[in-house]
């Protein structure tokens, strides 16, 4: 294409509107950080301004073009769907944060349900609650024995003890004490239960723990659930049910 305007015959609208982009970003690179930012906040503002400029070149380019060697009209077609592409797709983004804003506010309504709530999560994180904390550990591999360890929140040993090693889901029950038998305050506690099997090999057998539900938060959409100290997202929760009073084996 040629152009009254001095512009090389293989330059084209999309060049030329990058080379301007480009020059845009430089200038801006030494302006305010707020003014950075609210430009960067409205996408569709910038796309509209450039497509003004496009509009300009394109229309220039039509009035200036050599008549004996015109640009090809599928050229003009192919950027103005470039443009109207980009713009379909700031819109869409649009809608989609409308939509995450919607179903965070869904979450909101739904984790009002958890509250007062006992859950079981896939964690090693145990919250002890008015002296009370409550787990299952399982032993998946024939063992001679198996080892106990709790730990507090500073990662300080506060009970070891030998615990049935047979293969299956051993429920639990903590009254809180170490193992000098005083008595710890509420916070959130780890769980370990190592064994090894009868050839040496070593695990540590999966935990379920246990919490009633005191508040939950939500976060980017993310529902989580705190129980005392102890804060478990809501991927990890595999039962919720009411509160039971019912015992199982004691650990002091």
Do not use: C, R
């Not at 959409?221 to 005392?228: A, D, F, I, P, R």
Request: aromatic fraction near 6%; avoid cysteine; charge should be negative.
């Amino acid at each position: 294409m040629t152009t009254t305007s001095g512009a090389t015959s293989n330059t084209s609208i999309s060049q030329i509107l990058a080379q301007q982009q480009a020059n845009n970003a430089a200038s801006s690179s030494s302006s305010s950080s707020s003014s950075s930012s609210s430009s960067s906040d409205d996408p569709l503002k910038s796309l509209s301004g450039d497509y003004n400029n496009f509009l300009t070149l394109l229309t220039t380019q039509l009035k200036n073009q050599d008549p004996l060697s015109p640009m090809d009209t599928t050229q003009f077609t192919q950027q103005l769907v470039e443009f109207s592409s980009v713009e379909q797709q700031i819109n869409g983004n649009k809608k989609l944060d409308q939509m995450i804003a919607l179903q965070s506010t869904a979450n909101a309504y739904g984790a009002v349900g958890f509250v007062g709530t006992q859950v079981a999560a896939d964690s090693d994180q145990m919250p002890l609650q008015d002296k009370k904390g409550k787990f299952d550990y399982k032993i998946e591999h024939t063992s001679g024995s198996a080892l106990l360890k709790i730990t507090n929140s500073a990662g300080q040993l506060v009970m070891v003890k030998q615990v049935d090693a047979t293969v299956g889901t051993h429920p639990v029950e903590w009254d809180g004490t170490d193992y000098t038998g005083a008595q710890l305050p509420d916070g959130a506690y780890t769980v370990n239960v190592a064994y090894t099997d009868a050839n040496g090999k070593s695990y540590d057998a999966p935990i379920t723990t246990y919490g009633t539900v005191d508040s939950a938060t939500i976060s980017d959409g993310t529902v989580s659930l705190k129980m005392g100290d102890v804060t478990i997202g809501l991927d990890k929760i595999t039962n919720i049910s009411k509160p039971s009073s019912s015992n199982s084996n004691a650990t002091s």
